[in-house]
């Protein structure tokens, strides 16, 4: 059965003393000029003190800038706060209230109940855990390695490859070497000179002349 929700705020001290007012809107506003929503006519509250706006299944209470403040709970608050049903709250040091919300069948014309905010339940304290203690740990004894069976063959390992000798340098580069320094000592050199000097005719006459007529004078 769907249950109708009604919210109110009920003063416990100040100058209205224990009224309730039913807060029907979905913006109400609280303070001391007789235009606000909720007129609390007390030195402490301001003008317009704070302002109540409606939010899903509740309101949410704002402190407009006011003098004295707004406290609940004993702290001053500075931002919109969500009230919970049973929330106390203070406005300068002698004005009080509480905020309530009731629950009631719409057939009927008697309230079915009031919700209060439930009673804190002290929880006990968590049991110390007892550290299991520790065990010494065990070593398993190294393996050894298996034997092998009593005239069981053995491979014999692969025979040692030697490495090839380094090749000898072949003689014949050597003789070829020789070869072309005697050349060039005894022949290349030696003609290099006698074109130099022009010494043809002077060396080799009967071989130019024989060459050529009247070459060598």
């Known amino acids: 059965m769907h249950m109708a929700k009604s919210y109110k705020l009920i003063f416990k001290n100040g100058p209205t003393g224990d009224r309730e007012f039913s807060l029907e809107k979905d913006v109400l506003f609280l303070g001391r000029d007789v235009n606000n929503d909720i007129v609390v006519d007390d030195s402490e509250v301001s003008r317009r ?42 406005i300068g040091e002698r004005v009080s209230l509480d905020y309530l919300v009731e629950e009631s069948d719409p057939s009927a014309t008697v309230v079915v109940s009031r919700i209060r905010p439930e009673p804190a339940v002290a929880v006990p304290p968590a049991q110390p855990v007892t550290p299991p203690s520790a065990v010494p740990p065990t070593y398993a004894p190294p393996s050894q390695p298996a034997t092998p069976p009593v005239g069981a063959s053995m491979t014999p390992p692969p ?3 030697s490495m090839p000798a380094p090749k000898k340098k072949s003689k014949g580069l050597v003789v070829l070497l020789i070869i072309l320094a005697v050349i060039l000592v005894f022949c290349i050199i030696p003609w290099i000179i006698v074109d130099l000097t022009n010494s043809y005719c002077a060396l080799f006459p009967g ?5 050529q007529a009247g070459t060598c004078l």
């Open 159 to 161: 025979p040692m490859t």
């Open 49 to 90: 003190h704070a302002r109540l706006s409606r939010q899903g299944e509740g309101y949410v209470y704002e402190d407009l800038g006011s003098t004295n403040g707004s406290f609940i709970l004993g702290q001053r608050i500075t931002a919109p706060t969500l009230l919970v049903p049973g929330t106390e709250i203070t």
């Open 207 to 211: 071989l130019f002349n024989a060459l």
